[in-house]
């Protein structure tokens, strides 16, 4: 927190492995990516729209080497209709980075896309339930 309107400020900007999902789940190899992962991931790759084994996304290909990852449009958990569910499965996709959106600390930044589009630097505020996709540095 870098505002004091939302509590103790602590001047983190960068989520610590403590409060880190993919380190909390996956174990010491594994973190959430950063918002400059992402934006590397949109200027250096091509984004294609595909289906994979029925389920829609987007195939991120490196335009220097053979790598890839596919980025499933998973959702997100949110309200619709009063009620509390996964939303936009198959249309929509935004995964968590580990950077606060220092314009607005109730934000985080997010990579966020659907069929039409791709940002790799958007924010939402940070009680919206998202999707995690983990890198490793190994």
């Not at 602590?10 to 010491?28: C, F, M, P, Q, S």
């Not at 029925?54 to 890839?68: A, P, R, T």
């Not at 896309?113 to 940070?126: A, I």
Request: net charge negative.
């Amino acid at each position: 927190n870098t505002s004091s309107r939302y509590g103790t400020v602590d001047g983190k900007t960068v989520l610590e492995r403590i409060d880190d999902a993919a380190y909390t789940w996956w174990g010491n190899d594994w973190r959430m990516p950063t918002v400059n992962e992402f934006r590397e991931l949109h200027n250096n790759c091509d984004w294609v729209w595909t289906t994979q084994e029925s389920i829609n996304g987007y195939l991120v290909k490196s335009k220097v080497n053979e790598n890839s990852i596919f980025l499933p449009a998973a959702g997100y958990y949110g309200r619709n209709y009063d009620r509390t569910e996964v939303i936009y499965m198959g249309e929509k996709g935004a995964y968590w980075s580990s950077n606060l959106y220092l314009t607005e600390t109730l934000c985080g930044y997010v990579c966020f896309f659907d069929s039409t589009l791709y940002s790799p630097d958007e924010y939402t505020e940070r009680i919206i339930c998202l999707p995690v996709r983990p890198v490793s540095d190994n």
